[in-house]
């Protein structure tokens, strides 16, 4: 069965950095693209980044500048570096692949 599991969220200061991490297991990773999404306290969950199996990124443009998405395929996992984070960046995030999402790892930007 497909499983993905992010790590890495934390409490953190405004202007600081997180490595998210999201272990992907049950499917052939490497066929598939690969997504992060977000979502803030009271609002809907909106797309934050993919890569295309071919390694192309994409970002909402909230983002850009900030984060980066990548991807290992030998290990079979998906990484969000964030640079610079903002208030406005707390929220629970998540992974995706087709229909299945993990279960959030929690970041709050605070000072």
């Known amino acids: 069965q497909v499983q993905l599991v992010e790590s890495g969220g934390g409490l953190v200061q405004p202007g600081g950095s997180l490595r998210l991490s999201c272990a992907a297991s049950?499917?052939?990773?490497?066929?598939?693209?690969m997504s992060w999404y977000r979502q803030a306290p009271g609002k809907e969950r909106e797309y934050v980044a993919s890569i295309s199996t071919s390694g192309n990124t994409n970002y909402v443009d909230s983002v850009k500048g900030r984060f980066t998405i990548s991807r290992d395929n030998a290990k079979k996992m998906v990484y969000l570096q964030m640079n610079s984070l903002k208030a406005e960046d707390t929220g629970v995030y998540y992974c995706?692949?087709?229909?299945?999402w993990g279960q959030g790892t929690q970041v709050t930007v605070s000072s």
């Open positions: 995706r692949v087709s229909s299945y």
């Open positions: 049950g499917f052939p990773f490497s066929w598939y693209d």
